[in-house]
């Protein structure tokens, strides 16, 4: 069934993997991203939600949400914390508000992470695990529960993800310092690095849709 999607963070790594395969399954895609200019050609991109939009008119029958300041561009600050906290919760519920008003839209699919978890070493760790509580679980945990928000008038799906690694990505970020002979393990070398492959992770994603 043809849905019409609307993608938050469609010019990162996932959702440039993600459009071509939403586009071939017959969906029709807006993009929602804060950058002023793009070079997506095949679908409509808008730069921020319309404001006082009124319900009947927001036309989106699924809303995938991926977007987030990069966690690896900049040192922690408190003030790049409050950032990145902002560009993930605070845009999820803008998008939970106007899923509310709307009574179009039958799917929100939004992204977390296995940073919920927080370090666990070999403990097995399912969807009953409970959160960490160093800053990357409590953002997980909260963005989670600003998504769950959405479920009063629609089904919620939060993704918890691992690393994700393909061409380009987290893949592109790690390789540089290897290049110039400097790379090597992290701490000890044997803790746990949980990733999926981007087409795995695409096709999750239309599984989901």
């Known amino acids: 069934m043809s849905e019409h999607i609307l993608l938050t963070g469609g010019t990162g790594f996932v959702g440039r993997s993600l459009i071509p395969k939403l586009l071939l399954g017959g969906h029709t895609v807006t993009v929602l991203t804060r950058q002023h200019k793009t070079d997506l050609k095949e679908v409509k991109v808008i730069h921020r939600l319309p404001q006082g939009t009124k319900a009947d008119y927001w036309p989106y029958t699924v809303v995938v949400n991926l977007a987030g300041e990069n966690l690896f561009t900049k040192r922690w600050s408190t003030k790049q914390k409050q950032t ?45 695990g ?15 529960a600003a998504a769950q928000k959405a479920s009063v008038s629609t089904d919620v799906i939060c993704l918890r993800l691992g690393v994700v690694l393909g061409s380009g990505g987290a893949l592109e970020s790690l390789l540089p310092p ?12 044997k803790q746990w690095f949980s990733w999926i492959h981007i087409d795995d992770l695409t096709n999750l994603i239309m599984a989901c849709v």
């Open 84 to 128: 990145i906290r902002d560009s993930r919760i605070a845009l999820t519920e803008n998008l939970v508000d106007n899923i509310h008003k709307s009574q179009c839209v039958k799917r929100f699919i939004s992204a977390s992470a296995i940073g919920y978890y927080g370090a666990r070493d070999n403990e097995t760790l399912n969807e009953q």
């Open 130 to 144: 409970q959160a960490g509580s160093d800053f990357a679980a409590t953002l997980c945990k909260d963005w989670e």
């Open 178 to 189: 290897f290049r110039l002979g400097l790379g090597g393990p992290i701490g000890h070398g």
